[in-house]
């Protein structure tokens, strides 16, 4: 079993839609959780960040942590054509000291 | 302004080559991090580095080889037997990952010919 498991997609919704985003992951001892924006051939860029479980909000985006299911996802309303991009989940045990770990990514697209 | 630099954008190695991929940030971060990207594979540890002149290695650290001789800069050497090394290329820094994640660079893309 890998250690972050994420469905690569890829999902396609229409302008407007909103559009739920998940990782699951086997390690109980995560307690950081990120997600990652990337367009095609550029590097990732940090959307949301949330530590251990509960709900964070930033405008359209909203991320939700659920450590007893060991269950992350993101959430994102009204959704744009320029939200088009792959988004990678990301959690990490420590704060300091180690690497994130990865999931392989959800490549989505909205049509206008 | 603060950032991370990767160059070059697009490299080409022959067969049996060494090649040499560069990371230069200014942002003052301690840890430093090489990312192997395939399609379908997501991101892939090679090497980290929490301090100058210490690194450990990653998932996929074989026929790949780092220095961190300097607090900005951390190259990644691609050698000859790395037997599939057309991929792209990602570096990262970071100050505390857990609590702030990382800062990526642009990438560098890598095609063997």
């Known amino acids: 079993q890998k250690e972050v498991e994420q469905d690569p997609g890829p999902l396609s919704v229409p302008e407007g839609a909103i559009v739920s985003l998940n990782c699951t992951y086997s390690?109980?001892?995560?307690?950081?959780f990120m997600w990652y924006r990337q367009y095609s051939r550029k590097g990732p860029e940090l959307l949301m960040y949330?530590?251990?479980?509960g709900n964070k909000e930033d405008g359209r985006f909203t991320a939700q942590v659920d450590k007893s299911s060991k269950y992350i996802s993101l959430f994102i309303r009204d959704s744009q054509p320029s939200d088009s991009a792959t988004y990678l989940c990301?959690?990490?045990?420590?704060?300091?000291?180690?690497?994130?770990?990865f999931g392989k990514g959800t490549t989505l697209s909205v049509s206008s | 302004d603060g950032g991370i630099t990767q160059s070059p954008k697009y490299l080409f190695r022959k067969e049996g080559q060494n090649v040499t991929l560069s990371c230069e940030q200014n942002?003052?971060?301690?840890?430093m991090y090489w990312y192997r990207q395939d399609p379908g594979q997501g991101l892939r540890l090679i090497y980290y580095s929490q301090i100058v002149n210490d690194f450990q290695k990653g998932d996929i650290a074989e026929g790949y080889s780092v220095s961190r001789e300097k607090k900005e800069s951390f190259p990644l050497t691609v050698t000859s037997a790395q037997k599939n090394p057309t991929a792209f290329y990602l570096c990262?820094?970071?100050?505390?990952?857990?609590?702030?994640?990382?800062?990526f660079g642009s990438g560098t893309r890598l095609t063997v010919v």
């Open positions: 390690n109980s001892a995560f307690q950081y």
């Open positions: 949330t530590y251990s479980s």
């Open positions: 990301a959690m990490s045990e420590a704060q300091a000291g180690t690497a994130l770990i």
């Open positions: 942002l003052n971060h301690d840890a």
């Open positions: 990262a820094s970071s100050i505390d990952p857990g609590a702030r994640g990382y800062t």
